[in-house]
Each structure stands twice: as structure tokens, then as C-alpha cells.
């Protein structure tokens, strides 16, 4: 019964959220179109629901000459390929507000796992173990408020499998006000390897 509920808060949540963040979005627009070449919006191939793929929408923070289908944990020289107001969406998960629309057209979900790069073949496998591919990924999820770029990804995946074993409205309130916190706090965040 929940995921039904759950459907509908998606629903109403991104309608709600796109038609209130309209102008911030298209303010950030303009500061992204103004401060570098290239679309606003970056496009890139992920995993959905069931391990089908869908196209994830974000606010392009970096340059469009950076490495398209490579986490930026794992990028070299991550600071270097960031857009001059990239820094600040990305240190505000700003530039994950396009993803309201993939949450509209039921692509992902307010609460779940974050979506895996179609390439990252390990923490895919590391979620089958636990039951986590089945559901619809999120814009924030358990792993995501509990360490997000810092955790390994058989503890990530663990994590994932724990949300989709206890999923319920009480354990995705808890993550929805645990991410503000987090937001606020820039906790979990990391651009390039270290």
C-alpha cells in the first residue's frame, strides 16, 4: 500500500516543487548560461527501477569538456573541470533540482537509492545482494544523509538494501529532514579523489 502513497507524495511534491522553484530555477539557469559555454542542463544515462535506464536532468556544474560517464569522487582533478558557479550548486545540491521533472514523470522518486551511473557495474552488483535495484531511485535516499561520497560502496549498497527492506513513510520523513540538515552543513561531499 505505502508505494502507491508514496507515488502520490512524488507526485504532488515535484508538481509543488517545480511550480514554486520557478524562478530559482530560472535564475540559475541564467547564472549557468552566463558563466560558461554549453546547455544548462546535463544529461546522463543512469539506473532506474529494475535496472532499466532513464536519462537523469541536472544543472551542468562543470565544464563540458570534463569526463561525461565518470563520478566526480573519482575524477583526477575534479576542482579544474567544475563551472565557476558550479561550486555553489554543487555544495547546495542545487544542480539536482532538474530532477523534480524525472520525479514527475515517475523516473525516480523523492526517497530512494541514489541512481547509479550505468557504468558502475560494482555498487549495481553490490545492490542486487540486497534488494536495492528494485526500487525507484531517489533524489536523496538512506546512504545519501548517512555519508554520501565518503562511504565505500559495499556499504553504500548495504545501506540501499536497508531503506528497501524498512521502506516506510516514517523512514523516509527521517531521511527528507536529515537531508536539510545535511544540505545546510555540506556534510558528505566529495569532488575528486583523495
Known sequence: MYPVVKRFFDLVCSLLGIILLS???LILALLIKCTSPGPVLFRQKRVGKNKTYFEILKFRSMRIDAPHDVPTHLLQ????????????LRK???????????ILLGQMSVIGPRPALWNQYDLIAERDRYGANRLTPGLTGW???NGRDELPIP?????????AE?????LDLKIFFKTIANVFSGAGIVEGKH
Open 166 to 170: 524498512h521502506l516506510s513513510f516514517s
Open 155 to 163: 556499504v553504500k549498497a548495504k545501506l540501499d538494501g536497508y531503506y
Open 92 to 102: 547546495t545540491s542545487l544542480d539536482e533540482l532538474p530532477q523534480l521533472f524525472n
Open 77 to 88: 582533478n575534479a576542482q579544474s573541470a567544475i563551472t565557476p558557479i558550479g561550486h555553489f
Open 143 to 145: 546512504a545519501q544523509v
Open 23 to 25: 524562478p530559482l530555477l
